[in-house]
T-cell receptor
């Protein structure tokens, strides 16, 4: 079954509104989650690393005030797109690294993504 | 930041033909390398990965990829494809140093593999 639950799967909103996307770890505790964005015909672009109990780490060029990340518990990270505009329309994906040990032999789980359309 | 280049956005092939999906990366430090596959209407799934050791890695469904450090490449190959291999394939890189967060990946733009009967 699913290990990562991402909601909503799609959302349409008007320009200027804020949209919250949730990413939940269903089977294990996740101190770190990652948020990606994918534009049509382009690659997944890492936006930020969400850290439980501390501030998120944003990639260069990603506006932290625009994309608010909250990781208040070990099973939930939220991404809020504030004052959304049509250029924010994209596919947003969260991933969780299941750290059974401190290396890459632990699997990386992907959410099914959220399709955001801003009109 | 790292960059990952997948030169071919679309690769159409006939069933049972061999295929190679190319991936090159730019990094001056050691990296971990991954191939992910996304079947229609599904999420991303790990296909195979290179962490260390043998430069040739294989998946359970017949794909293999070879890490070539000198050419900074990690091309994906399969000697005989099936229609069920039709999917989007993403190459990804992660930097392996003490300052990097495990799970932080940089993706290529993807290659759509379409297998025709």
């Amino acid at each position: 079954g699913a290990v990562v639950s991402q909601h909503p799967s799609w959302v349409i909103c008007k320009s200027g509104t804020s949209v919250k996307i949730e990413c939940r770890s269903l089977d294990f505790q996740a101190t770190t989650m990652f948020w990606y964005r994918q534009f049509p015909k382009q690659s997944l672009m890492l936006m930020a690393t969400s850290n439980e109990g501390s501030k998120a780490t944003y990639e260069q060029g990603v506006e932290k005030d625009k994309f608010l990340i909250n990781h208040a518990s070990l099973t939930l990270s939220t991404l809020t797109v504030t004052s959304a505009h049509p250029e924010d329309s994209s596919f947003y994906i969260c991933t969780i690294h299941e750290l059974r040990s401190a290396d890459y032999n632990s699997p990386l789980h992907f959410g099914n993504g959220t399709r955001l359309t801003v009109t | 930041a790292q960059s990952v280049t997948q030169l071919d956005s679309q690769v159409p092939v006939f069933e049972e033909a061999p295929v190679e999906l190319r991936c090159n990366y730019s990094s001056s430090v050691s990296v971990y390398l991954f191939w992910y596959v996304q079947y229609p209407n599904q999420g991303l799934q790990l296909l195979l990965k290179y962490l260390s050791g043998s430069t040739l890695v294989e998946s359970i469904n017949g794909f293999e990829a070879e890490f070539n450090k000198s050419q900074t490449s990690f091309h994906l190959r399969k000697p005989s494809v099936h229609i069920s291999d039709t999917a989007e394939y993403f190459c990804a890189v992660s930097v392996c140093d003490r300052g990097s967060t495990l799970g932080r990946l940089y993706f290529g733009r993807g290659t759509q593999l379409t297998v025709w009967p």
